[in-house]
C-alpha cells in the first residue's frame, strides 16, 4: 500500500480551477487513488484515476486540502467533479456523460454524474442529504 504519491505514478497533472482551484493529478488507475493514504499537503489536491472497463464508474476521485495544518478528504466535492471534468474533456481523455466515485475510503459511497450541455458547459449532479438548514435575519 502506497503511503503518498510517488512521482512514477502521475500520468499528467494541471491546474484545475472552475472557482475553487485544485492542483489535479491523474494516477494510472482507480485503484492508485484508492491507495493513497494522505500526508500533510498545502494546497488543495484532486486525485483522479479511471476505473477498470466495465465498471460503473468511469472515475475514481478523491479531494484533499489543509484545515488548521490537518490534511483533510472531502467525501464528496462538486467543484473537484467539475474542474477534473472540464481537464479530461479538454485533453481528449474522457467524453461526458460518465460517473464517478468519491468518498469510499472514508465511509462515504458518493456518486457523481457528469454530464455536458448543448454549448459545452460542464454540468455536476448526484444525490444530496441535507444536515443543516436554517435561516439568518439581518
Known sequence: MRSWLERGSIVDAAWV???????????????EVLAIRPREIRRSLGVV????????????????YSSGGVTVEDPVTGSLNASVAQWL?????????YLASQGSVIGHAGVV????????GVWIGGTTVTRVSGTIEI
Open 17 to 31: 480551477d472552475n472557482g475553487p482551484g485544485w492542483i489535479g493529478v491523474l494516477l494510472g488507475s482507480a485503484a
Open 113 to 120: 454524474r457528469v454530464s455536458t450541455d448543448g454549448s459545452g
Open 89 to 97: 474533456i479538454a485533453s481528449g481523455r474522457h467524453v461526458p456523460p
Open 49 to 64: 484515476g479511471a476505473h477498470e472497463a466495465g465498471s460503473k464508474f468511469a472515475y475514481e476521485v478523491r479531494a484533499f
